[in-house]
């Protein structure tokens, strides 16, 4: 059975840097393509953040592009996103997840919050 265990969510003042970590097991992570996914307050799913299997594609959405890069360890079955330049809009709970059409996902982690504010 597929797990994802996020880690690294907090609250940091706008500005600041989170790194989120994923720990994968259950599946053949190395041959996996792996998402970050989040939901604010309020709102619907977030696709923000994709990476191919061998991490030479990545996807950001436009609301992240240029602050957040996600990236991948194989040999450790973990997935990163780091996060920098954080506004208060990035307040969300962030997923990670796999087998997404979009935001919806098959399989998600239990999530980790992140709270950018003053």
């Known amino acids: 059975e597929a797990q994802l265990v996020e880690s690294g969510g907090g609250l940091v003042q706008p500005g600041g840097s989170l790194r989120l970590s994923c720990a994968a097991s259950?599946?053949?992570?190395?041959?996996?393509?792996m998402n970050w996914v989040r939901q604010a307050p309020g709102k619907e799913l977030e696709r923000v953040s994709g990476i191919s299997a061998y991490g030479t594609s990545t996807y950001y959405a436009d609301s992240v592009k240029g602050r957040f890069t996600i990236s991948r360890d194989n040999a450790k079955n973990t997935l990163y996103l780091q996060l920098n330049s954080l506004k208060t809009e990035d307040t969300a709970m962030y997923y990670c997840?796999?087998?997404?059409?979009?935001?919806?996902?098959?399989?998600r982690g239990q999530g980790t919050e992140v709270t950018v504010s003053s």
């Open positions: 259950g599946f053949t992570f190395s041959l996996s393509r």
């Open positions: 997840a796999k087998d997404c059409s979009g935001a919806n996902c098959v399989t």
